[in-house]
């Protein structure tokens, strides 16, 4: 099954720097890659996601860009802001699957200093 | 209703009792998923309903745990003689339809197995 491994475990900047955090995978196969972002006693929310045909994502201050030859994905996160600050997720499909079934990453706590 | 709603938020019990836990998706969406997270973690899937059926249950770490969705639309996690080692986060979430990986989460229920 898919393997998703992810960096750094936290992140600390300041208000207006940009932050990003680093995804690899392992299946090839593997066509989509969310990221997530996670609050304190929420759930996780979706904030961006990628398909394996598209290289680059752009939303607003969040974009999200994937490397297929080396298997790996990024956040970047630009302007950020304090509440920017809380823990973000990447996903990959597991096993092959083509509904949400999905192995996220460790997660990134994210912490933005005002 | 606005989003997905579990309940209870929280809850204690103690080692070998029966817990259920409730899920009420988006209206509309017709599949839903059981996620569980350990503290520090990210989440790791349980269970996926296509409407009423399980369709893929490869999650479930054990015959203790079980989950129905007689309408399609509620569902309910059933965990038979809780251990210490159950204690997690249980998120469920929905999507629109089946094959839809954008998934939506609930704040979960926090259990904590004494």
């Known amino acids: 099954g898919e393997n998703v491994e992810q960096h750094p475990s936290t992140l600390s900047v300041q208000e207006g720097d940009s932050a990003v955090i680093k995804c690899t995978y392992s299946d090839s196969a593997s066509n989509y890659f969310p990221w997530y972002k996670q609050e304190l006693g929420k759930g996780p929310q979706l904030i961006i996601d990628i398909r394996s045909n598209v290289g680059e994502k752009k939303d607003q201050r969040i974009a999200v860009t994937l490397n297929k030859t080396a298997k790996h994905f990024s956040l970047h996160i630009t302007e950020t802001q304090p509440e920017d600050s809380a823990v973000y997720f990447c996903?990959?499909?597991?096993?092959?699957?083509?509904?949400?079934?999905?192995?996220f990453g460790q997660g990134t706590i994210l912490t933005v200093h005002p | 209703g606005a989003g997905v709603s579990q309940t209870p938020s929280n809850k204690v019990t103690e080692k070998g009792k029966y817990v259920e836990l409730r899920c009420d998706p988006i209206?509309?969406?017709?599949?839903l998923y059981w996620y569980r997270q350990s503290l520090g973690q990210g989440p790791e899937f349980l269970i996926y309903f296509q409407g009423t059926g399980a369709a893929d249950d490869s999650g479930l770490p054990n015959d203790r745990f079980f989950a129905v969705r007689p309408e399609g639309s509620v569902s309910t996690l059933k965990i038979q003689r809780t251990e210490r080692g159950d204690s997690a986060v249980y998120l469920c979430?929905?999507?629109?339809?089946?094959?839809?990986?954008?998934?939506?989460f609930g704040s979960g229920t926090q259990l904590s197995v004494l």
């Open positions: 979430a929905s999507s629109l339809m089946p094959g839809d990986e954008k998934l939506f």
């Open positions: 996903a990959g499909p597991a096993g092959g699957t083509s509904y949400g079934k999905l192995t």
């Open positions: 209206s509309g969406h017709t599949a």
